[in-house]
């Protein structure tokens, strides 16, 4: 009978043997067509290299503008201490949990998009494999 390191290290063993064969499994050449597209559809898998893109894209420049918007509040606020505490404080505040706010529904909305087109993608490899 082994004791609890002959578990130990056949426990050790199998993992390893499963992380390899995914390993290998994520590796196979059979997989990249995922990344690259279906060869049926070669105008379909450059729009969703260019959607990625424009996703990538739109996001960037959305969180340049939201953080440029919120400097702007932020300091406005400052300004308006000096007239009216309440309001400027309003608008600190205001920044201070808008700003996690907007930044989690615009990586909400991107992680949106990427869902999308990989969908398109794992329709075109369902399509593909229906074929065979």
Do not use: H, Q
Request: charge should be positive; proline fraction near 2%; aromatic fraction near 10%.
């Amino acid at each position: 009978a082994g004791g609890p390191s002959d578990f130990g290290s056949a426990a050790s063993a199998a993992f390893s043997t499963v992380f390899e064969k995914a390993k290998s499994a994520a590796i196979d050449s059979s997989n990249k067509k995922s990344v690259s597209g279906n060869a049926r559809y070669p105008n379909l898998s450059k729009y969703l290299s260019i959607v990625d893109t424009v996703i990538k894209v739109c996001f960037w420049i959305a969180l340049v503008l939201w953080s440029i918007a919120l400097i702007l509040v932020f300091v406005g606020g400052i300004m308006e201490l000096g007239r009216d505490a309440g309001e400027g404080i309003g608008m600190i505040l205001g920044a201070i949990i808008g700003a996690p706010l907007i930044f989690l529904w615009l990586l909400f909305c991107r992680l949106c998009g990427y869902a999308s087109s990989e969908l398109i993608r794992v329709l075109m490899d369902i399509e593909a494999n229906t074929r065979r």
